[in-house]
């Protein structure tokens, strides 16, 4: 009773278990970004983008030129599917009474594009039906579907990062706060702190072991994806062998800092657990997609390494990106390592004095 963490720990992690299983868990989905390589530009064309759009579900975020506007958009992460309007759309549909239009959905994430796709689908049939009703004569449109990145719809390309994500968070930000926890609530940290050696050598003493250990973990897990599973590694291995070492290095910050607020073990698990481990599976994008979610949760998913170090993995070894398409989430990541890691020396200072 007399530890106010950690009951508020016990008692507050039901309602925020409640309140994001509610919310996140959930396979409908709003404003689905979506562009739109509309070839045709008459007015049946200009009429299906319309409809398509609607309902709210989908949301217009590029009007494409061409298919290499379309390929950058996709590569950057941008929009999840593109709809593509042959040449002559209304001149097929009512004279040749058979037209064609390309759905193509980006196949890292295979459930939400499968959603994606079974969504515009029906969509599609009926504005072909609201035409067949009003002229009375059988006119047809055919959907084509594509997965790019991910053709077979394979769960284990989008399996494969989140566990290395989940993975490396556990070795490095858990073990890590309960490593320096068990110092703490031992009392000999406090021996340390009041020794010569600087909090900076202490910190970095304390972490080296989870460093090395972490990037064992994360090319094990690597390796069984690629040999097992069959997973792609199309863009550059060094890049993304970087990547895993700077989260590693994010992963160790955070636990550094839990450790620095926790003095027991046990308050130090049950942080690391509703701080880290749970947003890490529900709000990163590595079960669910954080564009069904609702906007603050998707706020909070901005707040978490794994949604930056999970994007990055699927950029590189699915989509073959380089360094110009993920410089935004490896300075975020760096950006969080370096404040974290000054915090808790802040901390650790405070302390010794």
């Known amino acids: 009773m007399r530890d106010r963490r950690t009951l508020m720990i016990l008692f507050g992690m039901p309602i925020v278990q409640v309140i994001i299983f509610g919310y996140a868990i959930t396979n409908e989905f709003k404003n689905a970004s979506i562009a739109v390589l509309d070839n045709s530009k008459d007015y049946l064309s200009t009429e299906l983008v319309q409809h398509l759009t609607s309902s709210g579900h989908l949301k217009i975020v590029a009007d494409l030129k ?59 049939a009926a504005f072909q039906q609201r035409k067949n009703e009003s002229m009375n004569l059988p006119y047809r449109i055919n959907v084509l579907t594509r997965m790019i990145y991910n053709p077979e719809l394979k769960s284990v390309y ?84 970087g990547v ?61 390494p794994a949604t930056y170090f999970i994007d990055i993995l699927k950029n590189i070894m699915l989509k073959g990106t380089g360094w110009e398409f993920i410089w935004y989430a490896t300075t975020i990541l760096a950006g969080m390592t370096l404040f974290f890691l000054v915090v808790s020396l802040k901390n650790f200072k405070i302390r010794l004095q």
Request: aromatic share 8%; charged share 10%.
């Open 66 to 124: 061409n298919y290499d506007q379309m390929h950058e958009h996709f590569a950057k992460g941008n929009i999840k599917m593109a709809v593509v309007i042959p040449n002559d759309f209304a001149n097929k549909f009512f004279s040749d009474k058979n037209a064609q239009i390309q759905l193509i959905a980006d196949g890292t994430e295979p459930n939400y594009a499968t959603t994606l796709v079974s969504y515009t689908t029906p969509m599609i």
């Open 244 to 304: 895993c070492v700077l989260f590693v290095l994010t992963s160790l910050s955070l636990g550094i800092f839990i450790s620095t607020k926790a003095n027991t073990q046990q308050t130090a698990m049950l942080a690391s657990l509703m701080i880290l481990m749970m947003p890490t599976m529900l709000l990163s994008g590595f079960v669910f997609p954080i564009e069904s979610m609702p906007v603050v949760l998707q706020a909070i998913s901005r707040a978490i």
């Open 158 to 241: 989008n399996f494969v990062p989140g566990v290395i994500a989940m993975i490396l968070m556990l070795i490095s930000a858990m073990m890590t706060a309960l490593t320096i926890a068990k110092e703490k609530e031992l009392g000999t940290m406090e021996l340390l702190l009041v020794s010569p050696l600087p909090p900076l050598l202490i910190i970095v003493g304390k972490v080296t072991p989870y460093v090395l250990l972490s990037f064992i973990n994360a090319v094990i897990i690597l390796l069984l994806g690629v040999f097992i599973f069959e997973m792609p590694i199309v863009g550059n291995l060094a890049l993304l062998l």
